[in-house]
Structures are given as C-alpha cells and as structure tokens.
C-alpha cells in the first residue's frame, strides 16, 4: 500500500492543508514519518511532550483547545515558522518563546494573556501577531493597535528585554 492523500481541509485562516497517511507496507519497513504540519484541536487541555520533540515541525495549529499554558520546551520547535495558539485558555507565555526565532506568524487572538514576554522582541521575522480578545495592559493594546502594530510591538518589546538584561 503506498501513500494514500486524504481531502484538504480549509481552515479558519483560509489555508489549505492536506494530510497523508503511510501504508502499512511503509511503517512495517520502519519508514520514518515526516510531517511539516501538525494540528491538534478539540478542546485538548493538554498537549503530549512527544510534540516538543517534533523539531521538523514548520507549522503547528493547537487553536480551538483548553490549554491554559505552553510549556518552555515550545523552544524545540526551531524551524517553527507558523503557530496559531487561538481560541485557548492561555494565561501567559513562556519566555523561551522568543526562541522560535524562523517565526513569520503567530496567533494568540482570544485567550486570557494579560502581559507578553518581553522576548517575543526577539522574533525578528514575525511578520504578524494576532492578540485580539485578550485582556493586554492598556500599554501594550496601545503600542498593538497602532499602525504597523506588529513591527512596533516587536521594537517595544525587544527595548523592554534590553532594559531587562541591563538592570540584572
């Protein structure tokens, strides 16, 4: 049996992903699974640790769940370059999340962030970052909600985090 692709699914982004399956013939001969994209949704209050260790991973959607925290191990993840963290119940964010510096989006949209990590300054090829239908300080909703709200909270945050390391 080899590769069978199964149908395309459209997400709440409009992306498209299509998914597929190994054979038995390709797992019984210890083929090796390599899959750029993983989505785990279904009001899932906590993920496996065996995800961390899937450092291939370029895309990973964990939206629509019951997590209320991301571990530090997210860091792992370094070619990660699309997570969407929305529609959870995350309260705050690891600092090694600034790790994930291949990065280009990340959505947080409607979870119960209060602050961010100063780190998140150092994703320097986050091109977007989704915060809506979170209870941010009214300084950093300000410095969002600006024109080119990204790019300036990214200068923000990355200022804050040299003050940080400068007062140790």
């Known amino acids: 049996m080899s590769r069978t692709p199964k149908e395309g699914k459209e997400s709440k982004s409009h992306r498209v992903r299509t998914h597929t399956i190994m054979g038995q013939e390709e797992v019984g001969a210890g083929k090796k699974s390599f899959w750029p994209e993983l989505e785990i949704t279904g009001n899932i209050r906590n993920i496996s640790p065996a995800v961390w260790s899937l450092q291939h991973l370029t895309s990973l959607y964990l939206?629509?769940?019951?997590?209320s925290?991301?571990?530090?191990?997210?860091?792992?993840l370094e070619h990660l370059m699309y997570l969407d963290l929305s529609c959870n119940k995350i309260r705050s964010l690891p600092a090694e999340i600034g790790e994930l510096t291949r990065l280009r989006e990340l959505l947080l949209n409607n979870n119960q962030l209060r602050v961010l990590p100063y780190e998140i300054g150092k994703l320097f090829n986050l091109q977007n970052i989704g915060l809506k239908g979170n209870p941010l300080t009214m300084e950093i909703q300000a410095v969002y909600s600006d024109s080119n709200g990204t790019l300036k909270l990214l200068s923000y945050m990355l200022d804050n985090l040299a003050g940080k390391i400068s007062a140790c």
């Open 69 to 76: 925290r991301i571990p530090a191990e997210i860091a792992r």
């Open 63 to 67: 939206n629509d769940n019951c997590l």
